[in-house]
C-alpha cells in the first residue's frame, strides 16, 4: 500500500506550491506545537522525527532541519521532503472533515502513521 500511496504523491506533488523551508524559520519567538512525532531507528541510530503544519519545519530531535514544502488543496494537504544521513524522508499529512492523518516514509516506504480526530477543520476535498 504504501508503494500505491506514495506513487499517488508524487504525481500531487508536481501540482503544488512548493516553499522551501530554511531550518528554523518560522519559529523565531514561540515554541512550535508539534502535529506529530515519531519514535524510530534510522541507520542505526535512534531519532525522534517531528514536524509542526504550523511552521511547516520537521524536527529531528527537537531540533529543525531544512526541507521543501509542497501545499495543496487550499493547505489542508502538506508534504514535507527532507534528508536524514543517506536516508531520504517524506511526511504526507492529510486533513478530511475531522481527521488528519500523517504519515512517514523513508526511501519511499511508509515506516509510520499518526491519525488525529475531531479537529476542527470542516474541509472536504470535493467541495470549492
Request: aromatic share 8%; with cysteine.
Amino acid at each position: 500500500m504504501s508503494v500505491i500511496l506514495l506513487a499517488g504523491r508524487k504525481k500531487a506533488i508536481g501540482k503544488k506550491r512548493k516553499v522551501v523551508k530554511k531550518v528554523g524559520v518560522g519559529c523565531e519567538g514561540k515554541e512550535p506545537t508539534m502535529t506529530a512525532s515519531w519514535r524510530l531507528t534510522t541507520s542505526g541510530k535512534k531519532a525522534c522525527i517531528s514536524f509542526s503544519r504550523d511552521n511547516m519545519n520537521v524536527y529531528v530531535d527537537g531540533e529543525p532541519i531544512e526541507c521543501v514544502a509542497y501545499i495543496t488543496d487550499n493547505g489542508y494537504d502538506l508534504d514535507l521532503i527532507f534528508n536524514l544521513g543517506t536516508k531520504k524522508g517524506h511526511i504526507y499529512s492529510d486533513v478530511e472533515g475531522t481527521e488528519m492523518t500523517n504519515y512517514l516514509f523513508f526511501d519511499e516506504q511508509l515506516v509510520a502513521q499518526d491519525k488525529q480526530t475531531n479537529l476542527k477543520s470542516g474541509h472536504r476535498p470535493d467541495e470549492f
